[in-house]
């Protein structure tokens, strides 16, 4: 652990004296990237890219980053090729019934964020355009 910033010194000087005593140990050699050029920013801040690239590596969903007004109407955008993949008409009533269930939730818990703008998904016609993706395949 470093020492106490002494009195009438800079912080930033303070800082820069404490990398240079630690690269001067060899603290900073072979770091995993050492010699690699850093990613391309994408216009987020540092911290956003680098979470981003985190879950991704960990092969983690990154809809759970977002605030839950845009996770929901992911969700619903994302509900056909969900549902495309279940085997039984009672399996897509549930999903299509939970995820209302979360939509009427949000609307009573007034989410932070921006504002929700999703509607209820149809379940009739969710289980009716998941029959005819079973019956075009």
Known sequence: MSRRKPPKVSFRWWVDRQIAEARERGEFD???????????????????????????????????????SLALKREVQDLPGKLAAERTERRVRQLVEDLNERIRQAYLNHLSGPPLTVALVDVEEAVEDWRRSRAAS
């Open 30 to 68: 072979d770091l995993p990237g050492t010699g690699k050029p850093l990613p391309k920013p994408t216009g987020n801040d540092a911290v956003t890219d680098w979470v981003l690239r985190e879950v991704r590596k960990g092969g983690h969903d990154t809809t759970v980053l977002l605030p839950p």
